[in-house]
T-cell receptor, first 111, second 115 residues
């Protein structure tokens, strides 16, 4: 079945560092891809999305490009802030109604 | 606050007891979802409603689990004869028909601890 694999966490960076969180997927067709974020004490929030190959999703300085050839959707940000500390989930959906999530990557940004 | 609301936020129960969680979606959202999240894992789909109709159920939803959305507004998730393996965060999410299928609005979750 469909699945999502994220890089192992936790990830700890200093403020203003460059961030990459890797995400690869397995799907038989052409899924839509998402990044969700969970800030401490809050519910999951949609961060960005891409619905077809080569689409780039972006929001709050974060970007991810849908790469069909490598089945990847890596999350990047050029300069992270302490407020970006959260758990990040990569997810896909294809046809049916259920989102399939990766296991999450905990990110901590130190001042 | 007009977001997705879940109640209770925390529930501690003894094995074998029944528990019920309630979800109030965003008012104009006709699609409602339940997910389960265990520690260190991503959410796993349990079930999906469109209005009052339950259209999809995961194999994770054993016979001890039942979900309803009687009037197409709020939803309840009941777990009967709870087991320690049921300990998890139960997440509710909703979306409007105009959102993409993966564009969900999540509540803060109901954490269940089974002793």
């Amino acid at each position: 079945g469909d699945s999502v694999t994220q890089m192992e966490g936790p990830v700890t960076l200093s403020e203003e560092a460059f961030l990459t969180i890797n995400c690869t997927y397995t799907a038989t067709g052409y899924p839509s891809l998402f990044w969700y974020v969970q800030y401490p004490g809050e519910g999951l929030q949609l961060l960005l999305k891409a619905t077809k190959a080569d689409d780039k999703g972006s929001n709050k300085g974060f970007e991810a490009t849908y790469r069909k050839e490598t089945t990847s959707f890596h999350l990047e940000k050029g300069s992270v802030q302490v407020s970006d500390s959260a758990v990040y989930f990569c997810a896909l959906i294809q046809g049916a109604q259920k989102l399939v999530f990766g296991q999450g990557t905990r990110l901590t940004i130190n001042p | 606050d007009t977001g997705v609301s879940q109640d209770p936020r925390h529930k501690i129960t003894k094995r074998g007891q029944n528990v019920t969680f309630r979800c109030d979606p965003i008012s104009e959202h006709n699609r409602l979802y339940w997910y389960r999240q265990t520690l260190g894992q991503g959410p796993e789909f349990l079930t999906y409603f469109q209005n009052e109709a339950q259209l999809e159920k995961s194999r994770l939803l054993s016979d001890r689990f039942s979900a309803e959305r009687p009037k197409g507004s709020f939803s309840t998730l009941e777990i009967q004869r709870t087991e320690q393996g049921d300990s998890a965060m139960y997440l509710c999410a909703s979306r409007a028909g105009t959102n993409l299928p993966g564009e969900l609005f999540f509540g803060e979750g109901s954490r269940l601890t089974v002793l």
